[in-house]
């Protein structure tokens, strides 16, 4: 089967709006084994619409429009690709009711446009929006078929979720299973890794990444739900086999979603000290809903003074160190965890640019701490990209890694130790501040 | 002038990647005075490409293209586009030398396919690409035109600015001059009030918007920058004369970026204690390079024991006016003042949702504080979408308008005051409690 998608709407084609729609429906359609051969904006332009669904009928067997549905002049997607499709549209009663009813309900009385989006097709069928004013539509003439639904994201997820692709589903005779793989790691040493099982029919797999982690979903069609989750479960197995416990969850938002979690089930609690991260690692984590079970105290010691008032920093270790040293990393941790009562911590202290840094410490130099039971694990990364946003990001990522380790009860890979006991004695210091320099 | 935008790469018609090229180069267009009837995404197949450019060459001026320019048999943009306009290709010994050089520089061997990013079109013009391997292509035939550009977002943007538009603008003997205003505010509202001076020819004016602010970018052609400059400037003045003082600051990224700037300006600085935000706010300031000069403290005071240890929050008005209350709220920004010794603190405490909250306090109900000069500052806030994301975002925004108010010396509105000196005063909190409940 193959399908083109289609965005109406001339805003987008003056780039006011960024077309996320047309992203999210082509993984969908994709996961479902619809080849999309073309995704096409159009403005609202009745004769250049029409034009254009005459000629995208001829190419493929399903075309699916967001957009166009509202009640102004400009919104004529329905009554365009009725007529291609031979259609026509009539007043649905209970729709109308509906409207009027929404109108009433926020005390506004409705004027006769619109009772165009209560208007639905004859032959074809109407789709309820749960979620909206405007109903969608579906059109089907000499096999081919067109599938309407409203511009705005959530109300067009919604629809396609509810009732477009079970219709899709059921014409095919399947169902559909996914599961989503979170794993840690840059994007193109792990799609290298994983190159060859992305090229499949089904269980088909892709890979979507973002910083310092990517997202691997694999979706199999089947025809009971109980069939499509034993195939992805052994597809997954595959991608275990690859990756180990890179592979740090399933179905997650985020680490952050796992971090949280997994320190609710350990019973233990987390606090944050965050020099050029700013805030963003306790944003991250109170992002959670829940978070508050495990996190009640975050410490932004973006100066000196407030890495030595807040979490006991010591001003002689940042004289002989630098401020972006691993010794004050591990201060920071062992210091933050004391002050907040908190089972781990973690710390940053670094170098986000543009500006500034030096040859020992370019630009990109960001020392993560983090601390549980007494000891201090430091570890040194170098991001090459001189991006502020984009240093900060693969910074609070290390560290959300660093605590997710320590909450399993693992030690986290590449990282020095550092005694609380010893964190005042000059030696201990020295041995950790060396073991990092020229690295 | 008329133009289509194609995108080309199977990878988008997969959705694996978000297609951000489309809207900045309907932007750019849209201030070109260059109408976009259509934007495509079609896959890396030569036969369908062929087939799509022959049809839009038919419709419009210009074809804009973006991707499929790399060395793989997969990348055949170049290829077809020069058959359609009747040219052909040939290798450019300065660019297959530049790619050598490239490839020695990284250590590695380049590989026959890499020839094919040096071959150039032999009617038309090559573009030169000054941050990657792939030059790009410019191809004409009756007047009708093509330009290539590479899909890597960075590196089109570069070619764009530094190469096509100055051609475009050559062409059409003008200069392109831009101001953008940034405006408080929430959509719809602002739309509505401004939305006669968006359509205009020239100047154009086009809006954007996200969380709490729009932004308004006015672009005038002109023969002269200088003319340029003042035809915006005019037009300018007419938003300004609509709007007021919502419009904040000029050719900014955002709010945080005024802030800072206007507390360098003043020699202010400012602390952060934040509850339901979880350190977004102090996240924001810190994203603006330099800030170290205006924020060192940030609070992220979670638990009901963080503000009292933190930033000197009562229990015993915890207990009486909730922890979410126009009472905590001050407390919380004039203890971060103090405790960080800042000359401005700003406070947030809230419901983010999506659970909890109760009749009286439902969720998106925020009380937002600020201080300054031994004064708070209190302002609720509903935020009616229950979308923790949306109201942190909201809460957060709030914040950071009321702190540039107070560091430009203007009294926020829609606040009531709270003086230091009655902060621990049973009738004061009395008084500010009850000012805010049921409103």
């Known amino acids: ?131 909206g004013t405007a109903p969608g539509a579906w059109f089907e003439q000499d096999g081919r078929c067109a599938v309407l639904m409203p511009g705005v994201p959530s109300e067009m997820k919604a629809m396609w979720t509810e009732s477009i692709r079970p219709m899709l589903l059921e014409r095919q005779n399947c169902t559909l299973h996914s599961i989503t793989l979170r794993v840690l790691g840059g994007e193109s040493n792990l799609e290298y890794k994983v190159r060859d099982l992305l090229e499949n029919a089904n269980p088909t797999a892709a890979i979507y990444c973002k910083t310092g982690e990517c997202e691997i979903r694999i979706t199999a069609r089947a025809a009971t739900d109980e069939d499509g989750e034993k195939m992805c479960r052994a597809y997954a197995k595959k991608f275990y086999d690859l990756l180990g416990d890179a592979v740090y969850d399933e179905d997650v938002a985020g680490l952050e979603e796992t971090l949280v979690r997994t320190l609710k089930e350990k019973g233990l609690t987390i606090a944050t000290a965050e020099s050029c991260t700013g805030g963003l690692i306790a944003e991250r984590i109170t992002s959670v809903s829940g978070s508050s079970e495990v996190f009640g105290y975050g410490f932004v010691t973006y100066w000196e003074q407030a890495k030595a008032k807040l979490v006991g920093v010591e001003p002689e270790v940042i004289a002989r160190y630098n401020v972006v040293s691993a010794p004050v990393a591990a201060q920071m941790a062992l210091g933050a965890a004391e002050a907040a009562g908190a089972d781990i911590a973690v ?93």
């Open 1 to 131: 089967m193959t399908a083109e998608i289609i965005s109406v709407g001339t805003e987008l084609l003056l780039g006011n709006i960024l077309n996320t729609n047309a992203q999210y429906l082509s993984r969908e359609l994709a996961a479902l084994g619809i080849t999309v051969q073309r995704e096409s904006t159009i403005g609202d332009n009745h004769g250049r619409l029409a034009e254009f669904v005459n000629e995208a009928k001829a190419r493929c067997d399903l075309l699916v429009f967001t957009g166009g549905l509202g009640p102004t002049a400009d919104d004529l997607t329905k009554e365009t690709v009725a007529a291609c499709f031979g259609d026509t549209l009539e007043l649905d009663e209970a729709e109308w009711a509906g409207i009027q009813e929404y109108f009433a309900r926020s005390g506004r009385e409705t004027t006769p446009n619109n009772r165009k989006q209560a208007m639905v097709p004859v032959h074809g069928k109407k789709i309820v929006n749960h979620h």
């Open 347 to 439: 710390s940053v202290t670094g170098l986000a640019g543009p500006t500034g840094g030096d040859e020992l410490r370019p630009v990109g130099t960001v020392y993560v701490g983090a601390a549980r039971g007494g000891t201090a694990y430091v570890k040194k990364l170098f991001v090459s990209r001189p991006d502020r946003a984009w240093v900060r990001g693969r910074a609070a990522q290390t560290a959300l890694e660093l605590a997710l380790r320590l909450a399993q009860g693992k030690l986290p890979d590449g990282t020095k130790p550092l005694a609380a006991a010893r964190q005042h004695d000059a030696a201990a210091l020295d041995a950790l501040d060396k073991a990092f320099l020229n690295k």
